[in-house]
Protein backbone atom coordinates (compact mmCIF):
# COMPACT_ATOMS: atom_id res chain seq x y z
CA UNK A 1 0.00 0.00 0.00
CA UNK A 2 0.87 3.36 -1.39
CA UNK A 3 1.06 6.28 1.51
CA UNK A 4 2.92 9.22 0.41
CA UNK A 5 2.00 12.06 2.16
CA UNK A 6 -0.97 14.74 0.45
CA UNK A 7 -2.38 17.72 2.21
CA UNK A 8 -5.14 16.99 4.51
CA UNK A 9 -5.76 20.73 5.60
CA UNK A 10 -7.42 21.67 1.97
CA UNK A 11 -11.14 21.49 3.58
CA UNK A 12 -12.53 22.74 6.55
CA UNK A 13 -15.61 21.89 8.02
CA UNK A 14 -17.82 24.92 9.64
CA UNK A 15 -20.68 24.00 10.18
CA UNK A 16 -23.18 20.67 10.67
CA UNK A 17 -27.06 20.24 11.19
CA UNK A 18 -27.52 16.49 11.84
CA UNK A 19 -25.42 14.46 9.40
CA UNK A 20 -25.40 17.58 6.80
CA UNK A 21 -22.12 19.49 6.58
CA UNK A 22 -21.27 22.96 5.14
CA UNK A 23 -17.54 23.37 4.69
CA UNK A 24 -14.89 25.38 2.38
CA UNK A 25 -12.92 23.72 -0.47
CA UNK A 26 -9.41 26.08 -0.68
CA UNK A 27 -8.06 25.33 -3.97
CA UNK A 28 -5.63 27.23 -5.76
CA UNK A 29 -8.21 28.95 -8.04
CA UNK A 30 -10.11 30.12 -5.27
CA UNK A 31 -12.52 28.70 -2.11
CA UNK A 32 -15.30 26.16 -3.16
CA UNK A 33 -18.05 26.52 -0.66
CA UNK A 34 -19.69 23.17 -0.10
CA UNK A 35 -22.26 21.71 -0.37
CA UNK A 36 -21.55 22.29 -4.33
CA UNK A 37 -22.99 21.03 -7.42
CA UNK A 38 -20.68 20.99 -10.39
CA UNK A 39 -21.50 21.15 -13.94
CA UNK A 40 -20.35 19.27 -16.79
CA UNK A 41 -17.51 20.35 -19.15
CA UNK A 42 -16.24 17.36 -20.54
CA UNK A 43 -14.47 18.96 -23.40
CA UNK A 44 -13.42 22.24 -21.15
CA UNK A 45 -16.70 23.90 -21.53
CA UNK A 46 -19.85 23.71 -20.52
CA UNK A 47 -22.30 23.24 -23.38
CA UNK A 48 -23.88 26.27 -24.52
CA UNK A 49 -22.75 28.17 -21.53
CA UNK A 50 -19.35 30.81 -21.71
CA UNK A 51 -16.83 31.45 -19.07
CA UNK A 52 -18.18 35.18 -18.00
CA UNK A 53 -21.82 33.71 -17.68
CA UNK A 54 -20.62 30.77 -15.40
CA UNK A 55 -18.87 33.58 -13.08
CA UNK A 56 -20.97 36.54 -12.86
CA UNK A 57 -21.62 36.85 -9.71
CA UNK A 58 -25.75 38.04 -10.02
CA UNK A 59 -26.05 34.43 -11.77
CA UNK A 60 -24.01 31.35 -11.37
CA UNK A 61 -21.19 32.71 -9.73
CA UNK A 62 -19.45 28.76 -9.98
CA UNK A 63 -16.76 27.90 -7.61
CA UNK A 64 -16.03 25.09 -10.05
CA UNK A 65 -16.58 22.93 -12.57
CA UNK A 66 -15.99 19.27 -14.07
CA UNK A 67 -14.12 18.20 -17.33
CA UNK A 68 -13.18 15.32 -18.72
CA UNK A 69 -9.80 13.14 -18.72
CA UNK A 70 -10.54 10.70 -21.69
CA UNK A 71 -12.01 13.03 -24.15
CA UNK A 72 -8.80 15.94 -23.44
CA UNK A 73 -6.78 12.96 -23.65
CA UNK A 74 -7.93 12.55 -27.07
CA UNK A 75 -8.12 16.54 -28.15
CA UNK A 76 -6.40 18.36 -28.09
CA UNK A 77 -3.80 15.96 -25.78
CA UNK A 78 -2.19 16.09 -22.68
CA UNK A 79 1.07 17.40 -24.39
CA UNK A 80 -1.13 20.15 -26.31
CA UNK A 81 -2.56 21.04 -22.83
CA UNK A 82 0.55 20.73 -21.02
CA UNK A 83 2.73 23.46 -23.45
CA UNK A 84 -0.64 25.82 -23.42
CA UNK A 85 -0.33 26.35 -19.60
CA UNK A 86 -2.81 23.46 -18.80
CA UNK A 87 -6.91 23.77 -18.73
CA UNK A 88 -7.31 27.07 -17.13
CA UNK A 89 -5.06 28.83 -19.51
CA UNK A 90 -5.96 26.99 -22.24
CA UNK A 91 -10.07 27.45 -21.62
CA UNK A 92 -9.64 31.19 -20.03
CA UNK A 93 -11.57 29.40 -16.97
CA UNK A 94 -10.40 31.25 -13.71
CA UNK A 95 -11.83 29.18 -11.14
CA UNK A 96 -11.43 25.25 -9.89
CA UNK A 97 -11.45 22.53 -12.42
CA UNK A 98 -11.89 18.85 -11.23
CA UNK A 99 -11.16 16.14 -14.06
CA UNK A 100 -13.11 13.02 -14.30
CA UNK A 101 -9.80 9.73 -14.16
CA UNK A 102 -11.74 8.56 -17.83
CA UNK A 103 -13.01 5.79 -15.84
CA UNK A 104 -16.70 6.72 -16.45
CA UNK A 105 -15.69 5.88 -19.98
CA UNK A 106 -15.47 2.31 -19.11
CA UNK A 107 -19.76 2.48 -18.91
CA UNK A 108 -20.61 5.34 -21.17
CA UNK A 109 -17.82 3.76 -23.96
CA UNK A 110 -18.66 -0.23 -23.15
CA UNK A 111 -18.80 -0.95 -26.62
CA UNK A 112 -15.70 0.35 -27.49
CA UNK A 113 -13.53 -0.69 -24.30
CA UNK A 114 -11.74 -3.43 -22.82
CA UNK A 115 -10.77 -3.93 -19.39
CA UNK A 116 -7.23 -5.93 -18.03
CA UNK A 117 -5.36 -5.50 -15.11
CA UNK A 118 -2.98 -3.39 -17.32
CA UNK A 119 -6.00 -0.53 -17.81
CA UNK A 120 -8.41 -0.24 -19.92
CA UNK A 121 -8.40 -0.48 -23.88
CA UNK A 122 -10.49 1.82 -25.84
CA UNK A 123 -10.99 2.35 -29.56
CA UNK A 124 -11.53 6.38 -30.10
CA UNK A 125 -15.36 6.70 -31.19
CA UNK A 126 -14.14 9.78 -33.32
CA UNK A 127 -11.54 8.26 -35.46
CA UNK A 128 -11.19 4.14 -34.43
CA UNK A 129 -7.43 5.14 -32.99
CA UNK A 130 -6.56 2.93 -30.33
CA UNK A 131 -5.80 4.37 -26.37
CA UNK A 132 -4.56 2.37 -23.47
CA UNK A 133 -6.02 3.94 -20.25
CA UNK A 134 -3.26 2.95 -17.56
CA UNK A 135 -3.70 4.67 -13.87
CA UNK A 136 -0.52 5.98 -14.43
CA UNK A 137 -1.30 7.43 -18.15
CA UNK A 138 -4.16 8.86 -15.91
CA UNK A 139 -1.96 10.51 -13.62
CA UNK A 140 -0.01 11.69 -16.67
CA UNK A 141 -2.85 13.42 -18.67
CA UNK A 142 -4.39 15.22 -15.02
CA UNK A 143 -1.09 16.01 -14.41
CA UNK A 144 -0.52 17.74 -17.73
CA UNK A 145 -4.21 19.17 -17.66
CA UNK A 146 -3.94 20.59 -15.02
CA UNK A 147 -7.16 20.50 -12.97
CA UNK A 148 -6.89 21.38 -9.01
CA UNK A 149 -8.72 18.25 -7.96
CA UNK A 150 -8.04 15.03 -10.21
CA UNK A 151 -9.56 11.73 -9.98
CA UNK A 152 -8.16 8.22 -9.11
CA UNK A 153 -8.76 5.85 -12.09
CA UNK A 154 -11.15 2.80 -10.95
CA UNK A 155 -12.71 -0.22 -12.79
CA UNK A 156 -16.34 0.79 -12.62
CA UNK A 157 -18.91 -1.24 -13.20
CA UNK A 158 -22.52 -0.25 -13.85
CA UNK A 159 -24.55 -0.78 -10.79
CA UNK A 160 -27.54 -2.66 -12.24
CA UNK A 161 -25.15 -5.63 -13.76
CA UNK A 162 -26.19 -8.69 -12.17
CA UNK A 163 -22.25 -10.51 -13.01
CA UNK A 164 -21.33 -10.87 -8.73
CA UNK A 165 -17.81 -11.85 -9.80
CA UNK A 166 -17.32 -9.16 -12.37
CA UNK A 167 -18.29 -6.58 -8.58
CA UNK A 168 -15.36 -8.30 -7.20
CA UNK A 169 -12.75 -8.06 -9.51
CA UNK A 170 -13.70 -4.21 -9.76
CA UNK A 171 -13.97 -3.71 -6.31
CA UNK A 172 -9.99 -5.07 -5.74
CA UNK A 173 -8.51 -3.97 -8.87
CA UNK A 174 -10.01 -0.40 -8.20
CA UNK A 175 -7.74 -0.85 -4.73
CA UNK A 176 -4.78 -2.04 -6.81
CA UNK A 177 -5.01 1.12 -9.25
CA UNK A 178 -5.30 3.42 -6.55
CA UNK A 179 -1.98 2.30 -5.31
CA UNK A 180 -0.72 2.66 -8.51
CA UNK A 181 -2.21 6.21 -9.23
CA UNK A 182 -0.76 7.57 -5.98
CA UNK A 183 2.52 5.88 -7.20
CA UNK A 184 2.33 7.77 -9.99
CA UNK A 185 1.08 11.27 -9.06
CA UNK A 186 3.69 13.95 -9.88
CA UNK A 187 2.05 16.92 -8.74
CA UNK A 188 0.69 16.14 -5.10
CA UNK A 189 1.10 19.52 -4.10
CA UNK A 190 -0.57 21.17 -6.24
CA UNK A 191 -3.53 18.60 -7.18
CA UNK A 192 -5.38 16.98 -4.59
CA UNK A 193 -6.06 13.27 -5.66
CA UNK A 194 -9.62 11.73 -4.63
CA UNK A 195 -9.82 7.91 -4.37
CA UNK A 196 -13.11 6.56 -5.26
CA UNK A 197 -15.11 3.93 -3.45
CA UNK A 198 -16.59 0.80 -5.61
CA UNK A 199 -18.18 -2.42 -4.66
CA UNK A 200 -21.96 -1.60 -6.42
CA UNK A 201 -24.61 -2.79 -4.31
CA UNK A 202 -22.76 -5.26 -2.50
CA UNK A 203 -22.88 -4.05 0.92
CA UNK A 204 -19.65 -6.51 1.82
CA UNK A 205 -17.34 -4.92 -1.19
CA UNK A 206 -18.43 -1.14 -0.14
CA UNK A 207 -17.11 -2.19 3.12
CA UNK A 208 -14.25 -4.17 1.98
CA UNK A 209 -12.89 -0.96 -0.70
CA UNK A 210 -14.19 1.56 2.35
CA UNK A 211 -11.92 0.05 4.91
CA UNK A 212 -9.17 -0.19 1.79
CA UNK A 213 -9.20 3.06 0.04
CA UNK A 214 -9.38 4.98 3.92
CA UNK A 215 -6.35 3.88 4.86
CA UNK A 216 -4.64 5.70 1.99
CA UNK A 217 -4.18 9.73 3.66
CA UNK A 218 -6.23 11.09 0.36
CA UNK A 219 -7.14 14.69 0.63
CA UNK A 220 -11.11 14.11 -0.50
CA UNK A 221 -13.05 11.16 -1.66
CA UNK A 222 -15.55 9.84 -3.91
CA UNK A 223 -18.90 7.37 -3.98
CA UNK A 224 -18.42 5.95 -7.43
CA UNK A 225 -20.73 3.52 -9.30
CA UNK A 226 -24.12 4.27 -8.59
CA UNK A 227 -26.67 6.96 -10.44
CA UNK A 228 -26.59 4.35 -12.86
CA UNK A 229 -30.24 3.43 -13.18
CA UNK A 230 -30.36 1.28 -9.73
CA UNK A 231 -33.20 1.38 -7.19
CA UNK A 232 -33.43 4.78 -5.30
CA UNK A 233 -33.98 2.38 -2.12
CA UNK A 234 -30.34 1.26 -3.16
CA UNK A 235 -28.87 4.27 -4.31
CA UNK A 236 -29.38 6.00 -0.85
CA UNK A 237 -27.83 2.86 1.58
CA UNK A 238 -24.75 2.60 -0.22
CA UNK A 239 -24.57 6.91 -0.03
CA UNK A 240 -25.16 6.23 3.68
CA UNK A 241 -22.59 3.24 4.38
CA UNK A 242 -19.85 5.29 2.39
CA UNK A 243 -20.81 8.32 4.49
CA UNK A 244 -20.52 6.70 8.13
CA UNK A 245 -17.40 5.29 7.21
CA UNK A 246 -15.26 7.87 5.32
CA UNK A 247 -13.27 10.31 7.34
CA UNK A 248 -15.33 13.14 8.66
CA UNK A 249 -12.76 15.88 7.88
CA UNK A 250 -12.28 15.56 4.29
CA UNK A 251 -14.74 16.29 1.07
CA UNK A 252 -16.98 13.36 0.17
CA UNK A 253 -17.74 13.44 -3.34
CA UNK A 254 -21.11 11.54 -4.96
CA UNK A 255 -20.41 11.34 -8.32
CA UNK A 256 -22.76 11.54 -11.46
CA UNK A 257 -25.45 13.21 -9.37
CA UNK A 258 -27.73 15.53 -10.62
CA UNK A 259 -31.67 15.72 -9.16
CA UNK A 260 -32.89 17.58 -7.09
CA UNK A 261 -34.61 15.11 -4.81
CA UNK A 262 -31.18 13.13 -4.77
CA UNK A 263 -28.89 16.01 -4.34
CA UNK A 264 -30.84 17.12 -1.13
CA UNK A 265 -31.32 13.64 0.37
CA UNK A 266 -27.49 12.67 -0.27
CA UNK A 267 -26.76 16.51 1.56
CA UNK A 268 -28.80 15.27 4.67
CA UNK A 269 -26.83 11.43 4.57
CA UNK A 270 -23.45 14.20 4.66
CA UNK A 271 -22.18 14.41 0.87
CA UNK A 272 -20.21 17.38 0.07
CA UNK A 273 -19.82 17.36 -3.56
CA UNK A 274 -21.59 16.64 -7.08
CA UNK A 275 -21.68 16.32 -10.59
CA UNK A 276 -24.04 15.47 -13.29
CA UNK A 277 -24.82 16.12 -16.98
CA UNK A 278 -28.68 15.95 -16.17
CA UNK A 279 -29.34 20.33 -16.08
CA UNK A 280 -27.69 20.95 -19.34
CA UNK A 281 -28.79 17.76 -20.90
CA UNK A 282 -32.81 18.61 -19.99
CA UNK A 283 -32.12 21.86 -21.26
CA UNK A 284 -31.63 20.24 -24.27
CA UNK A 285 -34.26 18.59 -24.65
CA UNK A 286 -36.48 21.90 -24.01
CA UNK A 287 -36.80 21.34 -19.69
CA UNK A 288 -36.89 23.79 -17.36
CA UNK A 289 -36.15 22.64 -13.50
CA UNK A 290 -38.59 24.65 -11.20
CA UNK A 291 -39.94 24.65 -7.14
CA UNK A 292 -43.07 23.07 -7.55
CA UNK A 293 -45.53 19.64 -8.03
CA UNK A 294 -43.04 16.60 -8.58
CA UNK A 295 -41.07 15.93 -10.88
CA UNK A 296 -40.70 20.08 -10.38
CA UNK A 297 -39.61 19.97 -14.40
CA UNK A 298 -41.28 22.43 -17.04
CA UNK A 299 -41.66 21.15 -20.29
CA UNK A 300 -41.36 24.66 -22.77
CA UNK A 301 -42.38 22.78 -25.74
CA UNK A 302 -45.62 21.70 -23.72
CA UNK A 303 -49.10 23.19 -25.95
CA UNK A 304 -50.34 24.99 -22.41
CA UNK A 305 -47.37 27.08 -22.57
CA UNK A 306 -48.41 29.16 -25.55
CA UNK A 307 -50.68 31.28 -23.26
CA UNK A 308 -48.30 31.26 -20.13
CA UNK A 309 -46.78 34.87 -19.37
CA UNK A 310 -45.25 34.15 -16.20
CA UNK A 311 -41.12 34.08 -16.00
CA UNK A 312 -39.98 29.93 -15.88
CA UNK A 313 -39.22 30.78 -11.85
CA UNK A 314 -40.03 34.01 -10.27
CA UNK A 315 -37.20 34.35 -8.10
CA UNK A 316 -34.39 33.45 -11.15
CA UNK A 317 -31.95 36.09 -11.63
CA UNK A 318 -31.06 34.62 -15.32
CA UNK A 319 -31.68 36.29 -18.16
CA UNK A 320 -34.33 33.84 -19.34
CA UNK A 321 -36.59 34.46 -16.24
CA UNK A 322 -36.30 37.83 -15.98
CA UNK A 323 -36.53 39.16 -19.74
CA UNK A 324 -38.44 36.24 -21.46
CA UNK A 325 -42.33 34.64 -20.52
CA UNK A 326 -42.58 30.95 -21.03
CA UNK A 327 -45.06 31.62 -23.84
CA UNK A 328 -41.87 33.56 -25.52
CA UNK A 329 -39.72 30.58 -24.75
CA UNK A 330 -42.42 28.14 -26.23
CA UNK A 331 -42.07 30.10 -29.83
CA UNK A 332 -38.66 30.49 -29.44
CA UNK A 333 -38.23 26.29 -29.07
CA UNK A 334 -39.83 25.63 -32.07
CA UNK A 335 -37.82 28.39 -34.27
CA UNK A 336 -34.57 28.13 -32.97
CA UNK A 337 -33.93 25.40 -30.64
CA UNK A 338 -30.49 26.18 -29.72
CA UNK A 339 -31.01 29.40 -28.17
CA UNK A 340 -33.74 28.04 -25.97
CA UNK A 341 -31.14 25.80 -25.37
CA UNK A 342 -28.64 28.16 -24.11
CA UNK A 343 -31.06 29.88 -22.15
CA UNK A 344 -32.68 26.80 -20.23
CA UNK A 345 -28.94 25.44 -19.40
CA UNK A 346 -28.08 28.76 -17.53
CA UNK A 347 -31.14 28.74 -15.79
CA UNK A 348 -31.01 24.63 -14.86
CA UNK A 349 -27.33 24.82 -13.47
CA UNK A 350 -28.07 28.43 -11.41
CA UNK A 351 -31.09 26.20 -9.92
CA UNK A 352 -28.56 23.66 -8.97
CA UNK A 353 -26.30 26.56 -7.70
CA UNK A 354 -28.77 27.66 -5.45
CA UNK A 355 -30.23 25.25 -4.26
CA UNK A 356 -26.96 23.92 -2.70
CA UNK A 357 -26.27 27.49 -2.09
CA UNK A 358 -29.82 27.06 0.01
CA UNK A 359 -28.54 24.05 1.97
CA UNK A 360 -25.06 25.63 2.75
CA UNK A 361 -27.24 28.29 4.16
CA UNK A 362 -29.55 26.24 6.34
CA UNK A 363 -26.79 24.03 7.64
CA UNK A 364 -24.99 26.96 8.97
CA UNK A 365 -28.30 28.66 10.55
CA UNK A 366 -29.39 25.39 11.91
CA UNK A 367 -32.53 25.42 10.27
CA UNK A 368 -31.48 22.57 7.45
CA UNK A 369 -34.32 20.11 8.82
CA UNK A 370 -37.34 22.42 8.20
CA UNK A 371 -35.88 23.96 5.68
CA UNK A 372 -35.53 20.45 3.58
CA UNK A 373 -39.06 19.45 5.03
CA UNK A 374 -40.28 22.79 3.38
CA UNK A 375 -38.47 21.67 -0.02
CA UNK A 376 -40.55 18.90 -0.09
CA UNK A 377 -44.04 19.70 0.68
CA UNK A 378 -43.61 22.56 -1.85
CA UNK A 379 -42.46 20.01 -4.21
CA UNK A 380 -44.98 17.58 -2.71
CA UNK A 381 -47.82 19.21 -1.74
CA UNK A 382 -50.41 16.35 -1.39
CA UNK A 383 -47.83 14.92 0.64
CA UNK A 384 -47.16 11.80 -1.68
CA UNK A 385 -43.19 11.53 -1.25
CA UNK A 386 -41.60 8.91 -2.49
CA UNK A 387 -41.04 6.13 -0.50
CA UNK A 388 -37.44 6.05 -0.67
CA UNK A 389 -36.87 9.88 0.19
CA UNK A 390 -39.37 9.18 3.40
CA UNK A 391 -36.63 6.54 4.21
CA UNK A 392 -33.38 8.08 3.61
CA UNK A 393 -34.72 11.21 5.68
CA UNK A 394 -35.69 9.22 8.33
CA UNK A 395 -32.41 7.09 8.49
CA UNK A 396 -30.76 10.81 8.51
CA UNK A 397 -32.68 12.03 11.33
CA UNK A 398 -35.24 14.14 9.28
CA UNK A 399 -38.62 12.78 8.58
CA UNK A 400 -40.94 13.71 6.48
CA UNK A 401 -44.01 15.01 8.39
Known amino acids: ?????????????????????????????????????????????????????????????????????????????????????????????????????????????????????????????????????????????????????????????????????????????????LDRCIRAHRRPQQQLLFGIVQGGLDTSLRQRCLQQIVQRPLPGYAIGGLAGGEEKRQFWRVVQQCTATLPPDRPRYCMGVGYPADLLVCVALGVDMFDCVYPARTARFGSALVDGPAPGVLKVRAADMAAD?????????????????????????????????????????????????RARQAIAEGDFPSWVQRWFRQQYPQHDYPNWVCEALAAAGLPLP
Open 309 to 357: YRPLSADCPQRCCRAYSRAYLHVLAARDASVVAQLLTLHNVAYLTRLMR
Open 1 to 177: MQKRPQSTRAFTVEHVDGLARAGTLHLPHGPVRTPVFMPVGTQATVKGLTNAQMTDGDGLDLDICLANTYHLGLRPGGDALEALGGIHTFSRWPRNVLTDSGGFQMVSLLQFSQVTEHGVHFQSPVDGSAMLLTPERSMELQNQIGADIIMALDDVVPATATDAARFAEATERTIRW
